[in-house]
């Protein structure tokens, strides 16, 4: 009677933790993503070719680059990692900061369309890839609104969010597929829905933006921002560089394939993931002077990261070579081996994340982005040499890069900060 009362107990208090609490929200709005996406992907799958595919990877591959550069992350990250008495002050600056950093993004990838079409030898992109860049021009709407409501840790907003925008996106998504619009299907859904966050956010929190223009202590906020631009702009060149070498030496079907083994094999986990990781940085922040609580969290949050991720990544890999073939169709059996790989490429992913939140939420995201630097260089020499044996290869390489670089640094990381705060 005594342990089933302590077990009662037990898993009270951690379903009454404020981090599940925030997983809780941003878990349900990615279950209903991931049912949403499910009949996208089926639908994207029976109705693109693998070219159709190639050339949504390469429209996504420049919108993911692009967002790096609006510094959406590292300015968001600071206001919810700022003292209070700075917040005010970080906030009116972020805002002008952001229609700066967007406006020029929007204007950059326009100019640069024409250019991206000719490598890649599809001059139908140029219209899509201008029209994407529409989405920059609404960050700023709501990047503020956003970051102070994860500061104030109520993710159930963002859950909120995030599940309204995948309802709206999918549904635009498969109804313009299904009336055969191609690639267009996937740029409209992304400018249409993107509203949605400012409609959001504005109901959620009262902060407005400033009447006045200030970049007052912008040099603060671009000091913490540009190291993680750096991490953040080395984490996409690293996480899409395969597709670039694919695409660029193998050409747009074979890269159609390519991504839609990712596509169909991370898709589940890495949501699953980033739900855990979405919830840990705010979570780690609030104890960030307090080594001793900052250690029980960082621990006790990868633990329960590991015990949901690790099974479920295990299982969807042993089990696509039965579902590729019933749910996307006979023609991307071809994929099966690469999405295998893809899928156990995630397993090292949870604690790569739990580690680069730690630093950041300590103050020290320089580690982080040193160690990208050479890590992407790395990978980047191996792809160009591995890309001429096929996407095969380059699949094997993403999987045993990741098993071997990510242990090393994560325990030396790990050890060493901790330790520099005794």
């Known amino acids: 009677m005594l342990n089933k009362k302590l077990t009662t107990n037990k898993l009270k208090q951690i379903l009454s933790s404020k981090y599940i609490r925030n997983v809780g929200w941003l878990g349900g709005a990615e279950l209903l993503n991931r049912v949403f996406r499910l009949g996208t992907t089926v639908t994207l799958a029976r109705m693109f070719t693998p070219e159709d595919y190639g050339l949504m990877a390469v429209i996504y591959t420049l919108f993911e680059f692009a967002n790096v550069f609006t510094l959406r992350g590292g300015i968001g990250a600071k206001i919810i990692q700022a003292p209070e008495q700075d917040v005010k002050t970080i906030c009116n600056t972020s805002y002008w900061l952001n229609w700066i950093l967007s ?134 060149i690293k996480g899409n560089i395969d597709y670039l070498i694919v695409g660029r030496f193998l050409g747009v079907e074979a890269l159609g394939i390519y991504y839609f083994a990712f596509n169909a094999g991370l898709g589940i986990s890495m949501n699953v993931i980033n739900t855990f990781n979405s919830a840990l940085f705010p979570y780690l922040c609030e104890v960030s002077d307090n080594t001793n609580l900052l250690r029980k969290r960082f621990f006790s949050s990868l633990k329960k990261i590991c015990i949901v991720t690790f099974p479920l990544i295990i299982l969807q890999s042993s089990l696509a070579p039965f579902y590729v073939p019933i749910i996307f169709g006979q023609k991307w059996t071809t994929a099966i081996p ?59 390489l993403v999987t045993t890069f990741q098993f071997f670089t990510t242990p090393l640094f994560s325990i030396w990381a790990i050890k060493y900060t901790l330790k520099s705060r005794e």
């Open 103 to 236: 406006g020029s993004i929007f204007i950059i990838q326009c100019l640069a369309a024409s250019f991206i079409a000719d490598f890649y030898g599809k001059k139908q992109l140029v219209l899509p890839i201008c029209v994407a860049a529409i989405t920059y021009l609404m960050l700023p709407l709501y990047m503020v609104h956003l970051a102070i409501i994860e500061r104030e840790n109520r993710l159930k907003i963002t859950a909120l969010c995030n599940a309204a925008q995948s309802l709206v996106n999918n549904t635009i998504t498969v109804i313009l597929a299904l009336l055969g619009m191609g690639v267009w299907s996937i740029v409209w859904a992304m400018v249409l829905t993107t509203p949605l966050w400012i409609i959001i956010t504005w109901r959620n929190h009262d902060w407005r933006p400033p009447k006045s223009f200030s970049l007052e202590g912008w040099r603060k906020i671009a000091g913490f921002g540009g190291n993680l631009l750096g991490i953040e702009l080395l984490n996409k």
């Open 338 to 396: 690469i999405l295998v790989l893809i899928c156990l490429s995630a397993l090292p992913i949870p604690i790569d994340n739990a580690v680069y939140h730690l630093l950041n939420a300590i103050g020290k995201p320089r580690i982080s982005l040193y160690w990208n630097l050479i890590k992407t260089l790395t990978f980047s020499i191996l792809a160009l040499f591995v890309v001429k044996w096929g996407i095969l290869a380059v699949a094997i």
